[in-house]
């Protein structure tokens, strides 16, 4: 299967595939909702994927999950070193992530200005800890989850100009992570940060130490169920906008996208279905639901290439 995703790439060279396949793992270990998205993609549409969310992995970990004794000083130096080798662009880094996200930014034509917002937005996670009001927290998004949205574009393809279909793409990036802002306010707090407007909550009586108090107690309290359910519908409107930039993709890529914006949506669902009890249990699609959705997109995306590949110069 594997073999057969870099034989469609033209990814030839053993060890440029052993760098995908790495990239592979870390996607399939840690993004198994978006993982299993992917494999509603064409074969060659793969490996360029996974590369992208390998790199992206990187950082986070950098930020959140290598030695937990470093310091800040010591997390800025590393996400530095990882910035300056990927600019480096050597022609064959060391680093397998490295190596497969550099010949996936050439072979793609991916814009770099998109990578240095996202290392920005990474940066800002090293000292920013709370966003005072929406343009903020969107000054973060953009590079944090836009730049993603923008980074996929070329891979996936258009049968519109790109520059119709970005603004599509940079919020359905945007409309992910505020899902996962709402889902894991409860865990972001034991990391010292709020990924929610402050002005916003604070029109419903709502500041961190009543966040904290909800923390400790596993409790919703009213003030703050009001808050999220305001956070909650913005949310549902990113993806209604975002929804719109689907039949701008090639027809190829349709299924995967739709899915992906499927099951994470549903993510609000069962936030709203738990009346927002974030503090007690985290949500999330069951792996049934999971499978049955991935499913009926896998029947899909088999159909779009079976009419791609019968009608000639269809993208």
Known sequence: MIRNEFAAAGID???????YRRCREINAAHGRTFFLATRLLAPDQRPAVHAL??????????L??????????????????LSDQFFARAERPDDPVLAAVGHTVARYNIATELFEDFLRSMRMDLTVTDYP?????????????????LQLL?????????????????????????????????????????YLPADELAAHGVDRDLLMWCHHNHRTDVRVREALRAQHEIA???????????????????????????????????????????????ATVGTRRRIRVAG????????????????????
């Open 154 to 194: 070329p891979i996936l393809g258009t049968v519109t100009p790109p520059d119709e279909a970005a603004p599509h793409a940079a919020a359905l990036g945007r409309a992910f992570q505020l899902t996962n802002f709402l889902r894991d306010v409860d865990e972001d707090l034991l990391r010292d940060r709020v």
């Open 133 to 149: 009001d929406r343009g903020a927290l969107e000054l973060y998004m953009r590079g944090s989850a836009e730049a993603i949205g």
């Open 296 to 315: 009926a997109g896998l029947i899909h995306a088999w159909r779009a290439r079976a009419h791609t590949s019968a009608v000639p110069g269809a993208a």
């Open 64 to 81: 959140d999950e290598i030695d937990p004794s470093l310091d800040t000083t010591a997390r800025a130096r590393q996400l530095q070193q």
């Open 236 to 282: 549902r409107t990113t993806y209604a906008y975002a929804s719109q930039g689907i039949a701008m993709l090639a027809p190829r890529s349709r299924p995967c996208v739709a899915t992906a914006m499927q099951l994470y949506s549903e993510i609000l669902d069962c936030i709203e279905d738990s009346d927002f009890a974030i503090f007690r249990c985290r």
């Open 13 to 19: 060279d053993p060890a440029l595939r052993e760098a």
């Open 53 to 62: 969310y390998g790199f992206a992995r990187y950082a986070d970990d950098i």
